[in-house]
């Protein structure tokens, strides 16, 4: 079992490595070789089998061609360019989101060898005027190009496992809360940085009302899901392969609450309220009340309350 | 006001630029050109305006190059890979539909002349799991290459929209019935064949039973509602100016017996019943319970009754 991971050096691509060091198997058989492929020469993971970082830019074919050999049985396509950066820099978000994900599918095809695909899409794949909830038969109805290109490349990899050609699996993620490190360029970075940064002492600023909702998953239960994903049978995905991956709507405030439950009340205090008008139209455009009701079947799962997320974070980011 | 349709020289495209011809105007201004793009040279039309014919490979931008330019106002991209043949040709159906919609929008995007975009989209993007009835509402779920290829093409339009690069709008069509002239490679093309032969004294095959019901629009209908989609002001687009078309659902024993209601019960008796297993798995994928609600409020009109359809195939195909 070779299991590829592009986007390896990201923050769910490390800790999806680290999981699959841990267990060692996956779907059923030992793991021999993990690959993290990534844009950056990504960390490599201790594990008790090889693990080779490879850089790649899945915009070019050809670089695509030297991470996906015969031997790939599981391909994880989690790299992609983020909603605020995708809407900043319109040419780079469809070079990599779609003709990254279209090249990636494309050399699968070539090599016919039908490896499983996990791709990750993203709840940016709702909104406007569809109606609440969103549910897996609502439409998906963009307002911001980085959705638009999530919707496309879960279009692609439902047509190409119909066609027989991959065993797709597509999973609209969550907002990540809480993500530890450095903010990347998403939207919802704040639903990480007003409580990672307020638990090491640091101030945050919040730029949505405290009964704000939001869909969010903890880093944790993203990669346990992921796992999940690719270990499903394809039988059991249905014609549609593409799907909501498991979260739960609370509000920020409840979250904060949730925040002072676990660590006190100091850390709230570091949060400021000012609303930041560079993201104000993609805020606008999102739709938090979403139903992941397919996944759920299939055993997908979310954390239990948002005191989970704080406790996962103080856990696995911070003690360690 | 200079008009150019992509697909010049097919069905629909030569119909609108007759119709635009009879008009003399569009949005309220003097047509001044009509150009008529097309993989082969395009007939001509006597207009009483300039009209051009030019051949145009839309999967290479250069070539799309030489059919946009900044005096275009509002183009037709009508031309597209259909449903059996893109299902047999995986690599073609991509390069037109998907690859051809996204050099046009870029083309339009580099010139900053915001142009009019009309894009026909199909009710094969409807399918599958996906609960009946399908409003503008319900996830697109295409089980054929050439619906995914046109879902693509209606998130890149919005996508375009919403950035300002285009005043895009998409329109599902409905099976195009009754066709005139030869068949082309769709999978709905019997919905034509059965009531265009036996009309001219020659047999047909109907591969579905009498209670297969179908979702269906004249050709006149389809370039009135092509017309009165180019003049819509995009505010009253929304946020997703991708709709279904409207049409009616009739079952094929209904449009039969409306056939021998105009023309007289001879030529139903030269229509034969036989399966065809290569299309098959096309119309099985099919779903017909489909409602063009939002179209309907913007003033898209569908035919009265299927007996409307036999008299303007008579009339406009047939007499002429």
Redesign the interface.
């Known amino acids: 079992m070779k299991v590829l991971i592009i986007g390896g050096g990201g923050l769910i691509g490390q800790k999806l490595a680290k999981s699959l060091a841990g267990r060692g198997t996956l779907r059923g058989q030992p793991i021999s070789e993990l690959v993290l492929a990534d844009v950056i020469d990504a960390t490599t993971v201790d594990a008790p089998f090889a693990v080779t970082t490879k850089t790649c830019d899945i915009s070019d074919p050809a670089s695509v061609a030297t991470i996906i050999d015969e031997s790939t049985d599981v391909i994880y396509l989690l790299a992609a360019v983020v909603s605020a950066h995708a809407e900043e820099d319109?040419d780079f978000g469809y070079k990599i989101n779609v003709d990254g994900t279209r090249n990636v599918l494309e050399r699968c095809r070539t090599l016919g060898t039908k490896p499983v695909v996990v791709f990750t899409s993203s709840i940016a794949v709702f909104?406007?005027?569809?109606?609440q909830p969103f549910t897996?038969?609502?439409?998906?109805?963009?307002?911001i190009?980085y959705g638009?290109q999530k919707?496309?490349g879960e279009?692609?990899l439902?047509?190409y496992t119909?066609?027989g050609f991959v065993q797709g699996r597509g999973f609209r993620l969550p907002t990540i809360s809480v993500r530890p490190g450095k903010p990347n360029r998403a939207a919802s970075g704040f639903m990480s940085s007003i409580f990672r940064e307020p638990l090491q002492g640091l101030p945050a600023n919040c730029p949505v009302d405290r009964d704000f909702p939001h869909f969010y998953l903890s880093p944790r239960k993203c990669v346990e899901n992921l796992i999940k994903g690719a270990e499903l049978d394809q039988a059991d995905l249905?014609?549609?392969p593409s799907m909501t991956m498991p979260g739960r709507v609370w509000t920020i405030g409840q979250m904060i609450d949730a925040m002072t439950a676990v660590a006190g009340p100091e850390p709230a205090k570091l949060i400021t309220w000012n609303p930041q008008p560079e993201i104000e139209h993609i805020l606008d455009g999102w739709r938090m009340d979403i139903r992941p009701e397919k996944a759920a079947k299939l055993g997908l799962t979310a954390d239990d309350s948002f005191e989970d997320n704080i406790r996962i974070f103080l856990e696995d980011d911070i003690d360690a």
């Open positions: 319109f909104g406007g005027e569809v109606p897996d038969d609502s439409a998906l109805n963009p307002q190009s638009v919707a496309i279009m692609l439902n047509d119909r066609k249905g014609p549609r």
